[in-house]
């Protein structure tokens, strides 16, 4: 994941300065590539219930933004003045940044931020790219963000190996708690 990450970065930096439609199909094959990835991150783990969360989140994040795309009626940006009922009235929310989002999101609750960081700077790009091209305004972007917040929330579990030890501490007002335990 780190490589991918790395390696989409590295594309945007060699290219230089790029037009906006480079930029916006590099942030739409990103936008791709993260679920599959992400995917691939859980087959590797053979952790098949976070592939089935995987699975969930994304669904319910893209098919929620593309919904709301269509019940919402958004100008976009490069479409002024919009005239009703045409493909340049769908703007709100960015299905492509929700599909980005979702598993940056699932990668992040499942497996933490060293999958998270990464996860979230693509995500973040395709964010950027789409608002770069004007397809998008931002609050369309930080949108669909906050439906893969809320999805990934409601259904996406902390990933524990099938057996081993482990331990946690937590802090209250009561005072500080450690625990150890052993999962068989």
């Not at 060699?14 to 791709?32: D, M, Q, R, V, Y």
């Not at 769908?90 to 492509?96: A, E, G, L």
């Not at 940056?104 to 499942?110: G, P, S």
């Not at 409601?154 to 081993?164: A, D, F, N, V, W």
Request: hydrophobic share 40%.
């Amino acid at each position: 994941m780190k490589r991918f990450v790395g390696a989409a970065l590295a594309i945007v930096v060699i290219a230089g300065p790029a037009s906006a439609k480079t930029t916006e199909k590099l942030g739409t094959g990103i936008a791709i590539a993260l679920p599959v990835v992400a995917g691939g991150i859980t087959l590797l783990k053979e952790d098949y219930t976070g592939t089935a969360q995987l699975a969930v989140t994304t669904v319910l994040t893209v098919g929620t933004a593309y919904g709301l795309k269509h019940l919402i009626k958004e100008c976009r940006p490069f479409a002024t003045p919009c005239t009703k009922g045409g493909p340049n009235w769908n703007s709100f929310p960015s299905d492509t940044s929700a599909l980005a989002f979702a598993p940056a999101e699932f990668l992040r609750e499942r497996y933490g931020w060293s999958y998270g960081i990464p996860a979230y700077a693509a995500a973040g790009f395709v964010g950027w790219s789409r608002v770069d091209a004007e397809k998008h305004h931002w609050y369309d972007v930080a949108a669909s963000f906050g439906i893969s917040l809320l999805y990934n929330e409601l259904i996406t579990t902390r990933y524990h190996k099938p057996y081993g030890v482990y331990s946690d501490i937590q802090a209250d007002s009561n005072g500080v708690y450690a625990s150890l335990n052993y999962k068989f």
